[in-house]
Structures are given as structure tokens and as C-alpha cells.
């Protein structure tokens, strides 16, 4: 017998060697050969062959192990291995490749690879191929667990180190340098910005060049400025759409009828669709932090927007606690210029407070660690849904780690320098959980329900919708690849461990939110994880990408307030405006790092193009060359939009969103 022919492929990366050697096995389907130890140097992109004889006939090959050890005098360096090719003989034709593609530590022990046939478990013809999938699962699960890290919030992964996760989920992304030398300058200064002089010359030397944010420093104090942030800017998720005054909004028909049409009245534009509200009521009574020994303050105002025959959204009311009184007054815009400007500024400052927390940490990371967590220890990497999904959520793990640790820890930014310190996060964080509903993570049903698709102003729901609407395509498509009706969805029992999983750990169990406990139909299963893909890629670029440009001139999105909140009208001059906001060293420590998370890496990898092996044979192909298309064409109608517009909104511009969560 000739032998079986096995070439070892280690990854092309100049790191990806060992000085290591590695011993294999074959699995067969009559027996397992004896490990044999290949005697070569695993270079990087180097290919070597062995032929492996067995006494006993091994049968088809089904599964390879492989061991590393370690050279005695050399170091114990980790393995990236690409594949193994298995022939039954030197002149047999076709090749079997047992895909690997991942790094091997001397530590993992056997390390067992299948071939590249996407399957699901119930469609597996081989016992010893549904044990092994079964027992990838259970080491993943003795190895990836869930832990918490606010009471009340969706659960993490249980571990506070990086390291621990391994190389496999470990990621070195380069950031562009951004010149933070003229903002870090400043860190030391603990006292108040003194004048607009002083804040004017701050930005000549960090905003200059950023185009938007120029444009935020011209147009901050205009109401239909406000307005148009509330529609495209960090924070397009608060918005909504009323026909009916909240109870507790003190505002009547007559108190804004001078904003309003001169042959219309408060109840008609209502029933018309004009009226919008921003409510922040999910920070009510919650404790402010103290920053540089001093205490800040924190709002949770409502303030009442009309949408208007000019086709600009305005407000006309804000009232800034949530319990109506006589200390907590309506203020309007006809009320002096640094009373209407300072009720604008706390509603910026409670909106950077639900942006940061909820918007974007809530809403992005820790959804994406869910699903990421769940798809680890619920699907093996066999299944469909564990390869499409893994190129968008992956990352969260690592960049989730280090945020628990450094951003949301003690001596952190938030600790440092933002009104909702670390006795506030988890009670933020706690409250956004419960007011989470799926339809508000679903585009379609979120744009609607919040009445933004009447309002052709807002270019974050026509981006959003039309790129939701290409990834449910796309999602769909690769679902039909795999389920061919629903009882093959309803008969997955590995998808519905992992649904499940999600629902219990990730959503805590509550059934109100709306989050599916199973998947009945191919439709459902497809409008999840469209859903999860949207919230880890196009949503994390308009939340994320957006923070400098909104940030970087202070006044138009403080992130903390060094005076209570105003609780009569006329007891502001302009001089008093800038003693709200908060001080130097602070400002420009939330900005240092805004600068860095704002900021695409320089290895950018745009939504839906792949590195991964699987996306590029077969059926897989033609779906990503399919959506990378469509994705083109969306890129360049709003490119030649944005070329139309004074202020351009080029957030969700696929060629704008990465891949994943990548910081």
C-alpha cells in the first residue's frame, strides 16, 4: 500500500511558524492510525508532505488530529496552521482538505480537524462525526463561559483578561496616528473654560480640518441644527414619533403656538405626524458623578420637536426633570437666548450619556458579546450560521474585555470625567436592558414605529433601511443554502441552543423585550441574524464613527455639568453658559479618547467582504459577490447625495462600515 499522502500548510503570515514540531493522526471510519511526527520545520507558507502508513486499514478519513510540541532549547512558540491535505494515495487525483486556519498552542493538547463540508447535525451520515461535533461543543463550554458584569445587563464572557481568551480571539488592529498633542496639552488643567474665546482657539487647533465638526461649531446654538442631530447624528436612536402629549410633559396647546403653523394648533400637527419627542427618562433619579472632587449633575428632560413647513425638525418645548412642578419650568424658544441655549445643552448632555451606555456600548458591544459567546458554545464551527456570523461579532470579545477593564473601570474615562461615573453604569445599564425591544433592533419596524420614514431629512433611516434590507438579502440567501423548509430550522437542535442561550443570558429571560426563545420559520432565524450582523457592523458605524466629529466642539455635546439644572426661567446670562460645562482636564480626557475610538483601523475591512476560506468557493461566492455589488451601488447613490447636501451624512455608506466591532 502506498500510503496516505498528508501535506501540512502553515499560514503565509510572517509570524505564523514554530520552531515546534508537529505529530498527526488520521480518523477513519474503520480506525485511527498511530500519531506520526513530522519532522519538518513549520515555516511560514511553507507546505510539507508525509506519507502515513497504518497496519490497520483506516478507511475513509473523516477526521486528522494534531498535536504541537515543543523543540527542547528552542521557544514554545504558538502555530498558525492553514490546512492539511489528505490523497489515499500518490496518484489519487482528489484531495481532501481538513481546514484549520487557526493558531495551535503546545497547551491545546490534540487538536482534531473535519473536513470543509458545511453540515447540520442532523444531516450528519457519520456517528463518530456527530460525537465529534458534540465534544467540540463540550470543551468549548468548560472553556468559554458566562459571567456578569452589571447586574441586570446582558451577561459577558467570564473573564477579565484577554489573554485567557487565547490567539485565536486576540486581534492587533492599527489605528491611523490622530494628533491629540494639542488636546493632551491640556489634561493637567483643572479649572473651567473661561470664555468662547478660549474654547474657539482650543478647536482652531483640534477641529480645523474635520469638515462636520466645523460646520457643529458654526451651527450648534440653531434649533434646526438640534434638530437635525437628533435625525444624523451619534445618537439617531431616540427620536420618536408622538400623537399624544406624555402625561408628565407640562406643555399646552397655547405655551407653543407660536412655533407652530399660524392656521394649525398642537393637536393638529400631532394628528398630522409633525410632532416628534426625545424622552430621557431612563436617567431619572440617577446619581451623578465627581469629577475633579467637585460634583456634576445629570437631567432627564423631555424635550418636544416639531417637524416644520420648511422641512426642518426644531424643538419648541424642553422640560428638564421628568415630574412636572413649579421648580422644573417649561422652557421655550421664545424665552431669553441663554435660558432656551442652556435647556439644548442638558439635553446634549443626557443624550451623550444614553449615546455612550446604551446607543453604543449597550446596543453594539454587549449585543455583539452575546451572540459572539452563544455562537462559541452553541454551534460548532461546522455549522453555517457559526461561518457567516463570525466575521461580524469575533472581535467584540477582546474589544469588550479591555473596555470593562480600562474605559469602564476605576481611574477610567468614565470614572474620570463623565456625569455617569461607575455608581452609574450599572443602574444605566440595568434600566436600558429592561427598555430594550427587539423591533427597535430591527431596522425596518424601528424606522417605522418611530415614524422617521415620513421625514425626508433623515438620511440615517434611508441609509439604514437600505442597508438592512441588502444584508436580509444576503442573510436569506445563505440560509436557503442549508434549511430547505422550516422544519429543517425547527429540527436544528444546535440553532435552537443557541437562540435559546441568547434569549436566557444575553436578554436575561425577558420575554417583553420580544427577543425570540426559539426559531419556528427560516424567516424568523433570517431576521435575527440580520439583525445581529446590522447591530455589529452599520450600527456601530453610526454610533461610532460620528463621536468626534459631534464631540469636539465641547458646548454642543457636554459630557458632564458642573451646575444643577435651572429650575426658573431668567436666572442665566450668557457669561454664566460657560460655568455649566465641565472642566478643562475633563473635556479633553473624554476627547483624547474619542479621537481614538473614532477612528477606522488601517486595516479596515468593509461589510461583507471576507477574509475567511468559506466565502470564497462554491455557492458562498456568488452571495458575496451579490451583495458586494449591491452594497457598491448603495455607496455611490449616497456619495452622490451627500455631493447635494451642505452638511453630508456619510456614516452608513457601506464603504464607511467596517466588518465588525473593531474598537
Known amino acids: 500500500m502506498d500510503g496516505f499522502h498528508v501535506t501540512i500548510r502553515t499560514s503565509a503570515s510572517p509570524l505564523s511558524g514554530t520552531y515546534g514540531r508537529v505529530w498527526i493522526s488520521l480518523i477513519g471510519t474503520l480506525s485511527e492510525s498511530p500519531p506520526e511526527r513530522v519532522e519538518h520545520c513549520l515555516l511560514p507558507g511553507s507546505a510539507y508532505t508525509v506519507v502515513i502508513k497504518s497496519k490497520e486499514e483506516v478507511g475513509i478519513v473523516v477526521l486528522l488530529k494534531l498535536r504541537l510540541e515543543a523543540q527542547p532549547g528552542f521557544p514554545d512558540l504558538d502555530w498558525h496552521c492553514g490546512d492539511v491535505q489528505v490523497r489515499r494515495s500518490s496518484e489519487d487525483p482528489e484531495v481532501e482538505v481538513f481546514p484549520c486556519h487557526k493558531w495551535i498552542r503546545t497547551a491545546d493538547g490534540n487538536v482534531e480537524l473535519r473536513n470543509a463540508k458545511v453540515c447540520l447535525k442532523n444531516k450528519e451520515t457519520l456517528a463518530i462525526l456527530t460525537n465529534h461535533r458534540e465534544r467540540d461543543l463540550q470543551q468549548k463550554q468548560q472553556f468559554i463561559k458566562w459571567g456578569t458584569f452589571v447586574e441586570g445587563g446582558p451577561h459577558c464572557v467570564d473573564t477579565s483578561s484577554v489573554t485567557s481568551l487565547g490567539p485565536n480571539f486576540s486581534y492587533m488592529h492599527q489605528r491611523p496616528v490622530y494628533n491629540v498633542h494639542y488636546i493632551k496639552s491640556f489634561i493637567e488643567r483643572r479649572t473651567s473654560w473661561s470664555s468662547l474665546q478660549e474654547l474657539e482657539t482650543f478647536f482652531l487647533f483640534n477641529g480645523r480640518e474635520n469638515t462636520i465638526a466645523k460646520y457643529v461649531q458654526a451651527h450648534w446654538q440653531e434649533d434646526a441644527f438640534f434638530g437635525y442631530q437628533c435625525l444624523n447624528g451619534c445618537n439617531p ?69 416639531h417637524y416644520n413647513r420648511q422641512g426642518e425638525l426644531k424643538p419648541i418645548a424642553i422640560q428638564l426633570q421628568q415630574a412636572p412642578g413649579p421648580q422644573n419650568p417649561v422652557f421655550l424658544p421664545s424665552d431669553s437666548a441663554p435660558d432656551w441655549l442652556l435647556a439644548k445643552m442638558w439635553v446634549r448632555n443626557s443624550d451623550f450619556q444614553v449615546h455612550q451606555l446604551l446607543s453604543h456600548f449597550l446596543r453594539t458591544h454587549l449585543i455583539g458579546e452575546v451572540c459572539c459567546t452563544a455562537t462559541l458554545r452553541q454551534l460548532p464551527e461546522i ?123 444575553g436578554f436575561l429571560g425577558l420575554s417583553h423585550i420580544g427577543v425570540p426563545q426559539s426559531f419556528q420559520t427560516a424567516a424568523e432565524m433570517c431576521k435575527f441574524v440580520t439583525m445581529v450582523i446590522f447591530s455589529c457592523s452599520a450600527l456601530h458605524a453610526a454610533v461610532n464613527f460620528s463621536q468626534l466629529d459631534y464631540n469636539i466642539w465641547i458646548p454642543n455635546s457636554p459630557a458632564a455639568m458642573s451646575r444643577p439644572p ?50 470564497s468557493s462554491g455557492a458562498t461566492t456568488k452571495l458575496v459577490e451579490e451583495i458586494q455589488r449591491e452594497l457598491k451601488m448603495i455607496a455611490k447613490d449616497i456619495a452622490n447625495r451627500n455631493s447635494q447636501l451642505e452638511l453630508p451624512y456619510p456614516y452608513l455608506s457601506p464603504d464607511h462600515i467596517e466588518n465588525s466591532v473593531t474598537i
Not at 430591527?442 to 441609509?463: E, F, H, K, S, T
Not at 473635556?587 to 466565502?615: G, K, R
Open 383 to 505: 455549522h453555517p450560521l457559526h461561518q457567516l456570523l463570525m466575521p461580524h461579532i469575533r472581535s467584540t470579545l477582546q474589544i469588550n474585555i479591555q473596555a470593562r477593564v480600562t474605559l469602564l473601570a476605576t481611574k477610567g474615562v468614565f470614572d474620570k470625567s463623565v456625569a455617569c461615573g461607575l455608581e452609574t453604569i450599572p443602574l444605566l445599564l440595568a434600566r436600558g436592558t429592561q427598555r430594550l425591544r427587539y423591533s427597535s433592533m430591527c431596522v425596518p419596524d424601528d424606522i417605522r414605529m418611530r415614524g422617521l420614514d415620513a421625514l425626508p431629512i433623515c438620511y440615517y433611516a434611508q441609509d439604514a433601511l437600505r442597508v438592512w434590507d441588502a444584508l436580509h438579502r444576503f442573510v436569506a440567501g445563505w440560509i436557503r443554502l442549508y434549511y430547505f423548509d422550516d422544519k429543517d430550522v425547527q429540527q436544528d437542535c444546535e440553532l435552537q441552543n443557541w437562540i435559546r442561550e441568547i434569549f436566557t443570558e
Open 566 to 615: 435651572s429650575q426658573n426661567k431668567g436666572s442665566v446670562s450668557e457669561e454664566d453658559i460657560f460655568s455649566f460645562l465641565p472642566e478643562v482636564n475633563s473635556s479633553c480626557h473624554v476627547l483624547s479618547v474619542l479621537s481614538l475610538l473614532s477612528q477606522p483601523a488601517v486595516d479596515f475591512v468593509p461589510l461583507c467582504h471576507y477574509n475567511e476560506w468559506y466565502f
Open 237 to 305: 436612536l431616540c427620536i420618536r414619533q408622538i400623537h399624544n402629549l406624555p402625561s408628565n410633559l407640562s406643555v399646552t396647546s397655547e405655551m407653543v403656538r407660536p412655533f407652530l403653523p399660524w392656521d394649525s394648533s398642537l393637536e393638529q400637527e400631532m394628528e398630522r405626524g409633525h410632532l416628534y419627542l426625545l424622552d430621557y427618562e431612563v436617567l431619572d433619579q440617577l446619581p451623578a458623578n465627581t469629577v475633579n472632587d467637585k460634583q456634576t449633575y445629570l437631567a432627564a428632560p423631555l424635550c418636544l420637536l
